[in-house]
């Protein structure tokens, strides 16, 4: 039987293979050309060459926005794309057990945009998993009742930060922050204080280059882009420096909800929490520095696997290969499905 763990995240998608030992087996933007008549022109990597290159008929359209499907029907096309290309043919999906990551919290209407998508795409046996327990699998976590971790996990669109055990989630929450706050605050930087428009791509490139939280940043890279001034084609070389507050005002964000969660813990889940430090997960864990300014403005150890952009998925792999766990810690709806 095939068994499947997928990460509809904003930024990218990430799908996980468990039946076959081939782990992860497609990583791409969430994204889909698109005509002026919604005919599909490039889904996926080939898609996210075309953001602000298009001709005047041509859309580059993200299908999930802060972890919400917001047009499911581009968000079908994507997924049947996806699925298609890591092998798993239309015939074959109604078998299929599906586990999918979503937001702390998620809601019951939130559930039924992705069975509605998981329908349309043809998947039967569709289950959800809540991102914090996800992320401390995918990093080696050893997930128990009587030791509580603190999990945070900084997505392109959404933050999750949860204290959980294998019991349940005991404070946790989502928000609407991440990576690709900081590439919109990276592209008002170099256009009010340089005087160059970048696109979101080149923002992007900037900041996982030379994006930095560290006080003695190094580090530069040429940006192109156009004019504000001549209209004219023009480049720039930025400095780590320069882009630091375009990444840390959202960092501080983040900790300020984090802080959030951990105001909610008992006493003695407090105390775990604080002698096993916080598990980092998500692509900005690995921009410079980011792992120890959390630690210093959180006073806590924190841990952060070697591919902390894919912890989330493989944390998915491991629930989809364990029937039993996945009964223990999988959200389900107030309703019928």
């Known amino acids: 039987m095939i068994?499947?763990?997928?990460?509809?995240?904003?930024?990218?998608?990430?799908?996980?293979?468990?039946?076959?030992?081939?782990?992860?087996?497609?990583?791409?933007?969430?994204?889909?050309?698109?005509?002026?008549?919604?005919?599909?022109?490039?889904?996926?990597?080939?898609?996210?060459?075309?953001?602000?290159?298009t001709a005047e008929f041509t859309s580059i359209v993200f299908p999930v926005y802060e972890g919400e499907i917001v047009d499911g029907q581009l968000a079908s096309v994507m997924l049947k794309a996806f699925l298609n290309k890591v092998g798993v043919r239309f015939s074959a999906l109604k078998r299929a057990q599906v586990v999918f990551s979503v937001p702390c919290g998620a809601s019951d209407e939130f559930l039924e945009d992705y069975l509605s998508l998981a329908e349309e795409c043809g998947l039967k046996k569709v289950s959800f998993v809540e991102t914090p327990f996800l992320s401390a699998l995918g990093s080696d976590l050893v997930l128990s009742e009587a030791n509580p971790v603190f999990c945070i996990d900084i997505g392109g669109g959404v933050t999750n930060a949860?204290?959980?055990?294998?019991?349940?989630?005991?404070?946790?929450?989502?928000?609407n922050v991440g990576g690709n706050n900081m590439d919109a605050n990276i592209i008002d930087k170099?256009?009010?204080?340089?005087?160059?428009?970048?696109?979101?791509?080149?923002?992007?490139?900037?900041?996982?280059?030379?994006?930095?939280?560290?006080?003695n940043a190094r580090g530069s890279t040429v940006a192109e882009g156009?004019?504000?001034t001549t209209f004219?084609?023009?480049?720039?070389?930025?400095?780590?420096?320069?882009?630091?507050?375009?990444?840390?005002?959202?960092?501080?964000?983040?900790?300020e909800y984090a802080s959030l969660v951990l105001n909610k813990l008992p006493a003695e889940v407090a105390a775990a929490v604080n002698?096993?430090?916080?598990?980092l997960s998500g692509g900005v864990a690995k921009l410079s520095y980011v792992p120890e300014y959390i630690s210093k403005r959180l006073e806590m150890r924190v841990h952060v696997c070697e591919e902390p952009q894919f912890a989330v998925v493989s944390g998915g792999g491991v629930v989809a290969r364990d029937a039993k766990l996945l009964g223990r810690i999988e959200k389900r709806p107030s309703f019928e499905y």
């Open 190 to 215: 170099m256009s009010n204080a340089m005087g160059l428009n970048i696109g979101a791509l080149t923002a992007e490139r900037i900041k996982n280059e030379i994006g930095s939280l560290s006080p």
């Open 162 to 175: 949860a204290v959980l055990s294998l019991g349940g989630i005991i404070a946790g929450l989502s928000m």
């Open 275 to 279: 002698k096993n430090g916080v598990c």
């Open 3 to 53: 068994k499947l763990a997928i990460d509809l995240g904003s930024s990218m998608t990430k799908i996980y293979r468990a039946d076959a030992g081939n782990g992860i087996v497609l990583a791409e933007p969430s994204c889909v050309a698109i005509n002026a008549d919604r005919e599909i022109k490039a889904v996926g990597k080939d898609a996210k060459k075309l953001v602000g290159k």
């Open 232 to 255: 004219r084609p023009a480049s720039v070389s930025v400095q780590a420096g320069e882009i630091s507050d375009c990444i840390r005002i959202y960092i501080d964000k983040i900790l």
């Open 226 to 228: 156009g004019s504000v």
